[in-house]
């Protein structure tokens, strides 16, 4: 017998099977999807079996495969099918499709590392009668008396509380025996009464029509912000538990899941796995073997959740359907909602699609009825929209405010003085933006990019938040050694420091990419600010959707238009999302809520939208501009970079690309460039970018793929190519 072997290296050059002979010991035990060890060159290297064949012709002599990693961790043929659908869709090396499928501590590349965990425990070796008769002729009070008396009321007790001594003494005597047991790092039980809150009319009828679906249907489940989706999901989720069915819910971003989460052990106790990327290796590794064994029936997380191999799923629901995270950025370039379209064909169940703000795409397709449309139109229980205003930057800088406005001011004092809370959005972090000097016209940039450095205050550094570069700032400009450096642009870390002299009383956190680094920290800051330790909540997007504070009653938006300058077609409507998402985190409770929006343009028809909260007007708005201009729902598109350090190289091959495709796809389809991408320069490669925009082209498919092959041997230049992508 011989298996066809995937490797473990991504790259296209070898993304082909590798034919191995299974050895006599492992006939009979070896199965499809299980990660093998095998000899390639000199090397013994990790791989996926892929298949299992009976006679194959080789003109050489076939080497043995040595050893099965786990026996217990199997992609299953969903998932196998899973990956060669990425594959076919992305263009990305087959490998790394099913890379990306699994935890960091599972992926295919050799390591030794054994991430289960343990707990020692202490036993009695002897009978009860034994170990009695033993102490009483011991006759002794010690702490070797004291750990057997403890053993015989309680049965075992963890080897780590006693010392050491003591037990190496019982042990030479074979009293005691230790008992080691695998035990999972996250493991959640209920622990008190849950809270079913009952469903207003427009919830039922939610659950109503979705739970009575008997097929793949998709649903969007658009509702105002407070509107009360997280408890149709929980209904669903139940509904579906009941059927003996298991169900995934994604979250955009961890500091949803932390708050989410808590809402589902509660109701499902440890029937409820999560994943995301602040779980340690460890904890990640627990979480799917426990799915693996069948031990849960939800799963909860962000992005790549959407791979766990749970079975039999009745449902997926993919909240803020909108975010961009769902979408990875690089290779395998998938997005989360189409992973679950296809999973959802798989298991026969239904997808629902949960938003606010959902994207115009999906809300031109549950018009035409592709979806189907559910609306929840009203917040839930008391909370009503909260009243937002709009001001105008230009004249507040006339009275010297350039940070915050006189209104923003005496609305946080009002907040304030009534012990309810705030939060405030910024969505840039650090310090400032550009620091350059007034003497000579220097400008801090990052020697890999090319795009100005942003100053962090607390650490005195300038980073680039494209490539991670790090430098130390001078106090004085490092090209003509004058005292004249400026510091220019706004983000989270000068707006604390602001706060903090405005508002000497109030206790203020910042939660952002810099705060939350740490382990734990979304839950802490999210945590804390709840049991109101704090009054002011500022951050970036990463508070601006899903949570839920009763007590906050004023939102202010900082910069509110900066996003609209973004040369992107989608620049509009991610304003509008943030914009409102972010509104919608004020009067949650029976405390009415307040919004005020800085700008710089106040008559933006965005933004008086999102101050009407009418997302009807936004989006026929925007939708008459997509049409114009061929961009989606009316036209899909295809974004092509190519990358090279030279600058000529990437020039070169780039208009060839284009050349080529201008030549091989349909006359319908549009393509443009080559132009600069909007990051031209990253980590010292020039970058070109094609973009296709089609609506039918059956040439398209064959055109990608030929190109994606010829780059295989490309030594100047690379490809990347982005189907669908969110930005251009």
Not at 390 to 397: A, F, K, L, N
Request: glycine share 4%.
């Amino acid at each position: 017998m011989y298996a066809e072997i995937l490797i473990e290296y991504p790259t296209k050059k070898i993304d082909k099977y590798f034919t191995y002979v299974i050895p006599q010991n492992l006939k009979g035990i070896i199965n499809v999807g299980m990660k093998v060890k095998v000899p390639f060159g000199n090397k013994i290297i990790n791989g996926f079996v892929m298949n299992i064949i009976d006679i194959y012709n080789a003109s050489y002599e076939l080497k043995e495969l040595i050893e099965i990693v786990d026996k217990e961790l199997i992609l299953n043929k969903e998932l196998m099918d899973l990956g060669k659908y990425i594959h076919e869709k992305t263009l990305c090396p087959l490998i790394s499709a099913y890379q990306t499928m699994l935890p960091s501590s599972l992926k295919i590349k050799d390591n030794n590392i054994d991430f289960n965990f343990y707990k020692t425990y202490l036993e009695l070796n002897k009978s009860k009668d034994e170990i009695k008769a033993y102490l009483n002729n011991y006759n002794k009070v010690n702490k070797q008396s004291a750990l057997l008396s403890i053993l015989l009321e309680k049965e075992r007790v963890l080897k780590k509380e006693y010392s050491a001594s003591v037990i190496k003494s019982l042990k030479e005597k074979e009293l005691i025996k230790e008992v080691k047991e695998q035990e999972y790092r996250i493991n959640k039980n209920i622990n008190k009464e849950t809270k079913k809150h009952k469903l207003n009319a427009e919830q039922q009828n939610a659950f109503d029509i979705i739970s009575n679906c008997n097929d793949n249907n998709i649903f969007l489940l658009e509702g105002v912000t407070g509107s009360g989706k997280t408890e149709v999901y929980l209904n669903l989720i139940d509904n579906c538990i009941m059927q003996g069915k298991t169900a995934i819910l994604l979250v955009p971003e961890i500091s949803l899941t932390m708050q989410i989460v808590d809402r589902f052990y509660d109701w499902f106790g440890s029937s409820v796995a999560i994943f995301h990327s602040a779980l340690s290796n460890g904890e990640k590794y627990d979480e799917y073997l426990k799915i693996i064994r069948g031990e849960v029936k939800v799963v909860i997380g962000t992005r790549s959740a959407i791979f766990t191999p749970l079975k039999n799923i009745g449902i997926i629901i993919i909240d803020e359907e909108h975010s961009d995270t769902y979408k990875q950025d690089n290779t395998p370039r998938y997005n989360a909602i189409d992973v679950a379209k296809e999973r959802c064909k798989s298991h026969n169940a239904p997808l629902v699609l949960g938003s606010a703000t959902p994207t115009l795409e999906s809300r031109a397709r549950a018009i035409k009825g592709v979806y189907q449309h559910i609306l929840l139109t009203k917040r839930a229980g008391t909370g009503t929209l909260p009243n937002v205003e709009i001001v105008d930057m230009v004249e507040e800088i006339k009275k010297r405010n350039f940070i915050f406005s006189e209104n923003l001011i005496n609305r946080i004092n009002d907040v304030l003085s009534k012990d309810e809370q705030v939060i405030i959005l910024l969505n840039r972090r650090g310090y400032s933006t550009t620091i350059n000097c007034s003497n000579c016209g220097f400008t801090y940039k990052c020697p890999n990019c090319d795009i100005t450095l942003t100053y962090h205050k607390s650490t005195n550094n300038l980073r680039c938040h494209y490539c991670g570069y790090v430098t130390r700032k001078e106090e004085k400009c490092p090209n003509c050694h004058e005292d004249g450096l400026n510091y220019l642009g706004l983000g989270t870390e000068k707006v604390e420091s602001e706060l903090n002299n405005l508002f000497k009383d109030a206790k203020i956190i910042r939660m952002d990419q810099d705060t939350t680094s740490k382990k734990g920290a979304h839950e802490r800051i999210i945590e804390d600010f709840r049991n109101k330790k704090y009054n002011i909540l500022l951050g970036t997007q990463m508070i601006s959707k899903g949570l839920d504070f009763p007590n906050v009653t004023l939102v202010g938006i900082l910069n509110a238009d900066s996003s609209l300058n973004i040369p992107d077609f989608r620049s509009n409507e991610k304003t509008f999302a943030l914009l409102y998402q972010a509104s919608g985190r004020a009067g949650r409770s029976n405390l009415k809520g307040n919004v005020v929006i800085q700008t710089y343009n106040p008559d933006n028809f965005v933004l008086k939208c999102v101050q009407n909260n009418d997302f009807n007007s936004f989006y026929n708005y925007e939708m008459n501009i997509r049409k114009i201009l061929k961009y989606p729902p009316y036209y899909y598109l295809v974004s092509l970079k190519v990358i090279s350090k030279d600058y000529n190289e990437a020039l070169e091959n780039a208009t060839k690309v284009s050349d080529y495709l201008k030549k091989n796809v349909n006359d319908s389809s549009v393509v443009l460039g080559p132009t600069t991408a909007s990051l031209f320069k990253f980590n010292n490669n020039y970058r070109f970018q094609i973009v296709v925009k089609y609506r039918f082209d059956n040439k398209l498919s064959i055109a990608l793929k030929y190109l994606d092959s010829i780059f295989v041997n490309n030594l100047k230049a690379n490809l990347e190519i982005d189907v669908e992508p969110l930005h251009i």
